[in-house]
């Protein structure tokens, strides 16, 4: 698999808050129903346009991978400390922005998925009927889409648990989808 061309991308993240770029694999990438099923029943945030049932099924999600040669997955350390919901909000805006530099440089199959629900809103418009507001920034949670996030992470070497306290290092990953 080549890689060499995408090493500056990574750096790029490295730079923009992410701790790890790493150039994968998209057939390492695990999809699960029962993931999408603990997203849809489990989670407080379930009210957005980017969680289901907004999002692609597992099964949907399977057959875009398999449309893809190369992924970056990229991973955040973030310690619970305060300003921390705002250096991650800052590191999700920029895997947004590299998406664009990507399709600009050519792959233009590049596509983000995100960590976590989207808090681009204080409210999404979802709750009162409204469209998105910020349509060109709002990408799915791998989770949302049914992607076992521990699974994947550690199927490319990467450290990841579950937390037992809120004020434990949270580790995000996130997966750029390249070519």
């Given at each position: ?71 970056i997955l ?17 590191y ?88």
């Amino acid at each position: 698999m080549r890689t060499s061309d995408l090493k500056k991308y990574c750096e790029k993240a490295l730079q923009g808050g992410a701790t790890h770029a790493k150039v994968i694999h998209p057939n390492t990438v695990v999809t699960a129903p029962w993931v999408r099923f603990k997203c849809m029943f489990g989670c407080p945030y379930k009210h957005r346009y980017s969680c289901p049932p907004h999002t692609p099924t597992p099964e949907e999600t399977r057959a875009n991978l398999d449309s893809y040669e190369r992924a970056i997955l990229f991973h955040a350390e973030a310690p619970a400390v305060k300003g921390r919901s705002k250096s991650m909000m800052d590191y999700l805006d920029n895997l947004v922005e590299l998406e664009g530099e990507l399709f600009k440089d050519g792959y233009y199959k590049a596509f983000v998925m995100l960590a976590g629900p989207c808090v681009l809103c204080k409210e999404c418009g979802i709750v009162t009927g409204v469209p998105c507001r910020f349509p060109g920034k709002t990408r799915p949670a791998m989770e949302a889409c049914g992607i076992d996030v521990f699974q994947t992470a550690r199927n490319n070497d990467f450290f990841i648990t579950a937390l037992k306290e809120k004020s434990e290092t949270q580790n995000l990953y996130c997966l750029m989808l390249v070519d």
